[in-house]
Nanobody
Framework: QVQLVESGGGSVQAGGSLTLSCQAS?????MAWFRQAPGKEREGVAS???????AYADSVKGRFTISRGNAKNTLTLQMNSLKPEDTAMYYC????????????????????WGQGTQVTVSS
């Protein structure tokens, strides 16, 4: 059974940083981070294919970095210069099929989801 477990969420002031981690029960070539704020649709934040090929939502480009951990089944999201509008539940996702990150950042291409970790940014 596939498991994705997120950690690292919390509360931070605007301009601060947080690092999210996702521990997967096995390696996935294509993984991604999504977020969902109250009353809004789930949106793709960043995705990675292989070790380094990545894609980002325009709203987080230059501020967030997705990467693999030292263990290949670990995914991280480094979030810098956080804004109040980044407040949301953040989810780790994985795709059964290998794909480019431009597809992996779309929710309908992912098969497995974590339970989420809350990120709250105050102004």
């Amino acid at each position: 059974q596939v498991q994705l477990v997120e950690s690292g969420g919390g509360s931070v002031q605007a301009g601060g940083s947080l690092t999210l981690s996702c521990q997967a029960s096995r390696y996935f070539y294509s993984m991604a981070w999504f977020r969902q704020a109250p009353g809004k649709e789930r949106e793709g934040v960043a995705s990675i294919s292989g070790d380094t090929s990545s894609a980002y939502a325009d709203s987080v480009k230059g501020r967030f970095t997705i990467s693999r951990g030292n263990a290949k089944n670990t995914l991280t999201l480094q979030m810098n210069s956080l804004k109040p509008e980044d407040t949301a539940m953040y989810y780790c996702a994985a795709a059964e099929n290998s794909m480019t990150p431009e597809f992996g950042i779309r929710a309908d291409y992912n098969n497995y989801w974590g339970q989420g970790t809350q990120v709250t940014v105050s102004s």
